[in-house]
T-cell receptor, first 114, second 115 residues
């Protein structure tokens, strides 16, 4: 049981490049979310999904796209990378009865945009 | 804006002492959760308390929730050096139609337990 798997673990991008951060879970969790963590800012919600085909914006969605075509995968796309997107990105998932359960987090992707 | 705010931002104690961290939030919630993050690692879920509960225990952890004051506290008793980590509160909210749920985090408390 792998839990939540994020790839890559580290990435360096040039300004203007695009890329996709991958997130996969094998726990049959309906709920999935993407967060970014910056020093002094805690975790901020980027996008979230309550099931396949359903996504919604969080606090800081600009510059990011998501889709949820399967229950297992929730990729995060950076459309045109900017230095302000340098951060550590975490994916998390939970059961649909999330009011009763906590989230399981991946180990993170450390992204640097130069 | 972030829903939860932890207090203090940093806390340093000696091994064996108790550590108390507080969290305040702004709007109504369905649950409140606490997570731990060791340096350079992902977050680990510690405990969840629902909005209709007032206190919950798990091992050396005790969480209280006061919805009238929109606040929660996390108590770690008999702390150990291994408890050194950042601790985050997170609020879970279901939308009015019940079709959506999101979890919003505060900025965290950095706890240092000195041996």
């Amino acid at each position: 049981n792998a839990g939540v798997t994020q790839t890559p673990k580290f990435q360096v991008l040039k300004t203007g490049q695009s890329m996709t951060l991958q997130c996969a879970q094998d726990m049959n969790h309906e709920y999935m979310s993407w967060y970014r963590q910056d020093p002094g800012m805690g975790l901020r919600l980027i996008h979230y999904s309550v099931g396949a085909g359903i996504t919604d914006q969080g606090e800081v969605p600009n510059g990011y796209n998501v889709s949820r075509s399967t229950t297992e995968d929730f990729p995060l796309r950076l459309l045109s990378a900017a230095p302000s997107q340098t951060s550590v990105y975490f994916c998390a998932s939970s059961y649909s009865s999330a009011i009763l359960y906590g989230y399981t987090f991946g180990s993170g992707t450390r992204l640097t945009v130069v | 804006s972030q829903q939860g705010e932890e207090d203090p931002q940093a806390l340093s104690i000696q091994e064996g002492e108790n550590a108390t961290m507080n969290c305040s939030y702004k709007t109504s919630i369905n649950n409140l959760q606490w997570y731990r993050q060791n340096s350079g690692r992902g977050l680990v879920h510690l405990i969840l308390i629902r909005s209709n509960e007032r206190e919950k225990h798990s091992g050396r952890l005790r969480v209280t929730l006061d919805t009238s004051k929109k606040s929660s506290s996390l108590l770690i008793t008999a702390s150990r050096a291994a408890d050194t980590a950042s601790y985050f509160c997170a609020t879970g909210q279901v939308n009015s139609g019940g079709s959506n749920y999101k979890l919003t985090f505060g900025k965290g408390t950095l706890l240092t337990v000195n041996p």
